[in-house]
């Protein structure tokens, strides 16, 4: 370590442009690291949904489910343990792996084995749905289409066909399906009657559309000197042609497809509805990726609705319903405000103690770049900028100064003995390099345990340690570094050469030097009463420690009375309303509660609550939409 110093008094100026380099690369890693609330939750799950529309849900668990699951166990490797959910007509298998896990390679395998056991499943089932599932892939924005001339099912076309294929080109963007509107298809109802009528089924029917609604290539044909492309196209072209499609033939009579069906447009049973200002309307939900940052994400979507209301019809309407970007941005800026409070605060009392602005300046130019420092390694580990590793870093200010205080402290306590500068500055760093190295490392060993945390609090709680550890580590390098440097230069100015200590110590230091000696005296006599204090308490040590020693086993009491939850209470501005209704509600009589509620949260608001205006202007456009489980008696309003 003395050699450290050495070479940083000889050639000061490697050290100043190493400086300038991290506060270069800090700057840049600010602007380049992900940012968003809380870090990366990378827990290694693959989910697995499987539909086969109409089976109940004790034949899907015991039929489709429960087959799955042992093919999966029996070839798959690394499975930590398994969660299934069988629901009317899908099924969703959650399969959690062992720490560690490459879950791109453990997606694939799970791809592997769902694909080779549809053989032993009933028959006509489709392909599953395998995905990687990230419990850092949230919502971050909620877009909102509405036209007052395009109906239910344009919309939702709209949505999925126009709007869709366009966000998902957002790098870290992931949209599911539209919420609300209706999906079109032609579809053929059966007439049970007419079918037992002319003795046939519902196999006759779907035999025949199978057969006389393809399209087929049929190669080339050349023709003197022209080469024609021959497609053979038995695709009917409108609803009359599909209805006119034959099933049977008795004798001489032809049954058609309109004889025992009727062909209409229409879709799948509505089960999700969002209304706007009375009327049906379409809900786009852009998520995030695990590695992405919300900030991104939501900015490149926004750069993209301008191109997008041009590629929509123009009395279609798109607006941001939700934005989970400023709440980012607030905690960002509130977390950052109170690390930018904590270094004035502790520049100022840097100050009032050492009573020299050039140690405070010292001082506060080693805080920053500790901080820029550790700002860098954190990005090169892969973690992000968020609330976690921000509150980690604003922990570590008021520990980040100890190491240059404690060593402009020593250097000025060698020049008051009449040392020249640069020989007080090396024996003052060889004076103190032992304890404040143990210090330093005493400090981060504090925060070890948090590497060995699993699970949501280890992904949690790991990048805060990291972000304190390497400031620590910063700190203690720029204390042997840069502050011998800066001293070098600043700390001249106010150094005499021929005066001793009390000459030193005599010498008139300005309105601050006044300031700092009147507080220095009355520092002494606190001191001094704390003393006595100190002896009066070690008289009675007893009592004392009875005391103490009964304070702290009452407060053990309020670990009772505390409320406990996963996270703290966070005041988004925002209020979500959801409501359980009797089996069998229709969209019809939920739509019906939109003015009800209105009615209702508006007088609630009226009398005063803690809502904000912001609030009440979401009550004018409810949400209606599911909840997570697809059972057909839960609804979700977000208002």
């Given at each position: 370590?003395?050699a450290?110093?050495v070479t940083?008094?000889?050639r000061p100026?490697?050290?100043?442009?190493l400086?300038?380099?991290?506060l270069?690369f800090?700057?840049?890693?600010?602007?380049?690291?992900?940012?968003?609330?809380?870090?990366?939750?990378?827990?290694?799950?693959?989910?697995?949904?499987?539909?086969?529309?109409?089976?109940?849900?004790?034949?899907?668990?015991?039929?489709?489910?429960?087959n799955?699951?042992?093919?999966?166990?029996s070839?798959?490797?690394?499975?930590?343990?398994?969660?299934?959910?069988?629901?009317?007509?899908?099924?969703i298998?959650?399969?959690?792996?062992?720490p560690?896990?490459?879950?791109?390679?453990?997606?694939?395998?799970?791809?592997?084995i769902?694909?080779?056991?549809?053989?032993?499943?009933?028959?006509?089932?489709?392909?599953?749905?395998?995905?990687?599932?990230?419990?850092s892939?949230?919502?971050?924005?909620?877009?909102?289409?509405?036209s007052?001339?395009?109906t239910?099912?344009?919309?939702?076309?709209?949505a999925?066909?126009?709007?869709?294929?366009?966000?998902?080109?957002?790098?870290?963007?992931?949209?599911?399906?539209?919420y609300?509107?209706?999906?079109?298809?032609?579809?053929?109802a059966l007439?049970?009657?007419?079918?037992?009528?002319?003795?046939l089924?519902?196999?006759?029917?779907?035999?025949?559309?199978?057969?006389?609604?393809i399209?087929?290539?049929?190669?080339d044909?050349?023709?003197?000197?022209?080469?024609w492309?021959?497609?053979?196209?038995?695709?009917?072209?409108s609803m009359?042609e599909?209805?006119?499609?034959?099933v049977?033939?008795?004798?001489?009579?032809?049954i058609?497809?309109?004889?025992?069906?009727?062909?209409?447009?229409?879709?799948?049973?509505?089960?999700?509805?969002?209304?706007?200002?009375?009327?049906?309307?379409?809900?786009?939900v852009?998520m995030?990726s695990?590695?992405?940052?919300?900030?991104?994400v939501?900015a490149?979507?926004k750069?993209?609705?301008?191109?997008?209301q041009k590629?929509?019809?123009?009395d279609?309407?798109?607006?941001?319903?939700?934005?989970?970007?400023?709440f980012?941005?607030?905690a960002?800026?509130?977390?950052?405000?109170?690390?930018?409070?904590?270094?004035?605060?502790t520049?100022l009392?840097?100050?009032?103690f050492l009573?020299?602005?050039?140690?405070t300046?010292?001082?506060?130019?080693?805080?920053?770049l500790?901080?820029l420092?550790?700002?860098?390694?954190?990005?090169?580990?892969?973690?992000?900028?968020?609330?976690?590793?921000?509150?980690?870093l604003?922990?570590?200010?008021?520990?980040l100064?100890d190491?240059?205080?404690?060593m402009?402290?020593?250097?000025?306590?060698?020049?008051?003995?009449?040392?020249?500068?640069?020989?007080?500055?090396?024996?003052?760093?060889?004076q103190?390099?032992?304890?404040?190295l143990?210090?330093t490392?005493c400090?981060?060993i504090?925060?070890?345990?948090?590497?060995?945390?699993?699970?949501?609090?280890?992904w949690?709680f790991?990048?805060?340690?990291?972000a304190?550890?390497?400031?620590?580590l910063a700190?203690f390098?720029?204390?042997?570094?840069?502050?011998?440097t800066?001293a070098?230069?600043?700390?001249?100015?106010?150094?005499?050469?021929g005066?001793?200590?009390?000459?030193?110590?005599?010498?008139p230091?300005?309105v601050?030097?006044?300031?700092?000696n009147?507080?220095?005296h009355a520092?002494?006599?606190?001191?001094?009463?704390?003393?006595l204090?100190?002896?009066?308490?070690?008289?009675?040590?007893?009592?004392?420690?009875?005391?103490?020693?009964g304070?702290?086993?009452?407060?053990?009491?309020?670990?009772?009375?505390?409320?406990?939850?996963?996270?703290?209470?966070?005041?988004?501005?925002?209020?979500?309303?959801?409501?359980?209704?009797?089996?069998?509600?229709?969209?019809?009589?939920?739509?019906?509660?939109?003015?009800?509620?209105?009615?209702v949260?508006?007088?609630?608001?009226?009398?005063?609550?803690?809502?904000?205006?912001?609030t009440?202007?979401?009550?004018?456009?409810?949400?209606?939409?599911?909840?997570?489980?697809?059972?057909?008696?839960?609804?979700?309003?977000?208002?």
């Amino acid at each position: 370590m003395n050699a450290i110093v050495v070479t940083a008094l000889k050639r000061p100026y490697t050290f100043i442009v190493l400086s300038l380099l991290i506060l270069a690369f800090g700057v840049l890693s600010l602007f380049k690291a992900p940012t968003d609330v809380f870090p990366n939750i990378r827990i290694p799950v693959v989910s697995v949904v499987w539909t086969y529309g109409g089976m109940l849900p004790e034949e899907f668990a015991g039929r489709i489910t429960y087959n799955y699951e042992l093919a999966v166990t029996s070839t798959v490797e690394g499975i930590e343990h398994m969660e299934s959910s069988s629901y009317y007509g899908r099924s969703i298998v959650n399969i959690y792996f062992q720490p560690g896990t490459d879950i791109g390679e453990a997606e694939a395998e799970v791809t592997a084995i769902s694909q080779t056991v549809i053989k032993q499943l009933p028959d006509n089932i489709p392909a599953p749905m395998v995905m990687k599932l990230e419990a850092s892939s949230v919502p971050v924005l909620a877009l909102q289409i509405t036209s007052e001339k395009q109906t239910p099912s344009d919309l939702y076309k709209i949505a999925m066909t126009r709007i869709r294929p366009v966000l998902v080109t957002v790098p870290g963007a992931v949209l599911p399906h539209p919420y609300g509107g209706m999906d079109s298809f032609i579809m053929v109802a059966l007439n049970q009657k007419q079918l037992q009528a002319h003795h046939l089924s519902a196999m006759d029917v779907q035999n025949a559309l199978r057969k006389q609604n393809i399209v087929l290539p049929a190669g080339d044909q050349k023709i003197a000197t022209t080469d024609w492309m021959v497609q053979t196209n038995a695709t009917p072209r409108s609803m009359k042609e599909l209805g006119d499609i034959p099933v049977k033939r008795v004798g001489n009579a032809v049954i058609y497809v309109h004889d025992v069906a009727q062909v209409y447009r229409g879709g799948h049973p509505q089960t999700n509805l969002v209304l706007v200002q009375g009327r049906q309307g379409v809900e786009v939900v852009v998520m995030k990726s695990g590695d992405a940052s919300t900030l991104d994400v939501v900015a490149r979507t926004k750069e993209l609705l301008p191109r997008i209301q041009k590629l929509v019809p123009p009395d279609v309407h798109i607006s941001i319903l939700s934005d989970a970007s400023v709440f980012v941005k607030d905690a960002i800026k509130d977390v950052v405000r109170e690390m930018v409070t904590a270094a004035i605060l502790t520049g100022l009392v840097v100050l009032l103690f050492l009573g020299s602005w050039r140690s405070t300046l010292i001082i506060a130019t080693s805080i920053p770049l500790a901080i820029l420092s550790a700002i860098i390694c954190l990005l090169l580990s892969g973690q992000t900028i968020n609330v976690m590793t921000l509150g980690g870093l604003a922990l570590a200010v008021g520990i980040l100064v100890d190491d240059a205080t404690v060593m402009i402290e020593n250097i000025d306590t060698h020049l008051e003995e009449g040392k020249e500068l640069e020989t007080a500055i090396i024996d003052a760093a060889n004076q103190i390099v032992v304890p404040t190295l143990v210090s330093t490392l005493c400090i981060c060993i504090v925060w070890t345990p948090l590497f060995r945390l699993s699970g949501v609090a280890g992904w949690l709680f790991m990048p805060m340690a990291e972000a304190i550890v390497y400031a620590m580590l910063a700190s203690f390098i720029l204390s042997r570094t840069l502050v011998p440097t800066m001293a070098k230069y600043l700390l001249a100015g106010q150094v005499h050469p021929g005066l001793h200590s009390d000459e030193h110590l005599a010498l008139p230091k300005g309105v601050l030097g006044r300031f700092q000696n009147r507080f220095e005296h009355a520092f002494h006599n606190f001191r001094s009463a704390y003393g006595l204090f100190l002896e009066r308490i070690v008289k009675r040590r007893g009592r004392f420690v009875a005391v103490f020693l009964g304070l702290s086993v009452v407060s053990l009491g309020l670990f009772l009375v505390n409320g406990q939850d996963f996270f703290p209470e966070v005041k988004s501005g925002m209020m979500q309303m959801h409501m359980r209704t009797r089996w069998g509600c229709v969209l019809k009589q939920q739509a019906a509660l939109s003015p009800w509620l209105m009615t209702v949260f508006s007088n609630f608001f009226r009398e005063g609550s803690l809502a904000s205006s912001t609030t009440v202007g979401f009550l004018k456009a409810p949400i209606i939409r599911p909840l997570s489980r697809p059972h057909p008696s839960v609804r979700r309003i977000a208002i």
